[in-house]
């Protein structure tokens, strides 16, 4: 079992930053990728952002692209989403995912094959 906290959400105005930590405990020997996925009201849950273990190979989608960098550290078992530029759009609940079956270069962006998620933390972005 690999258990997934976020934190670091909050409400900030338009054009400000937040960093999104995730904090993984359990199964964390497990060469697992990580996601950011997140859901506004009214609207399915998206892919944010994607991160092998590795680290080396990310994928962004293109509504963050520029403006939110995905990254980790696997010796803090933790996972970060730097958000910049924030974008009243941007308002939702943030979710990390953990795919224990990539190796230690692959990445998903698929929902339904991440195995564990995090509670979500929410993100309010103000104009």
């Known amino acids: 079992q690999v258990h997934l906290v976020e934190s670091g959400g909050g409400l900030v105005q338009a054009g400000g930053s937040l960093r999104l930590s995730c904090a993984a405990s359990g199964r964390t020997f497990w060469q697992y990728a990580m996601g950011w996925f997140r859901q506004a009201p009214g609207k399915e849950r998206e892919f944010v952002a994607g991160?092998?273990?590795?680290?080396?190979?990310?994928d962004h989608a293109d509504s963050v692209k520029g403006r939110f960098a995905i990254s980790r550290d696997n010796t803090k078992n933790t996972l970060y989403l730097q958000m910049n530029s924030l974008k009243p759009d941007d308002t939702a609940v943030y979710y990390c995912?953990?795919?224990?079956?990539?190796?230690?270069?692959?990445?998903?962006?698929?929902?339904?094959?991440?195995?564990?998620w995090g509670q979500g933390t929410q993100v309010t972005v103000s104009s």
């Open positions: 991160i092998a273990w590795s680290g080396y190979s990310t």
């Open positions: 995912a953990a795919d224990v079956n990539r190796g230690r270069s692959g990445i998903t962006s698929y929902e339904n094959e991440y195995d564990y």
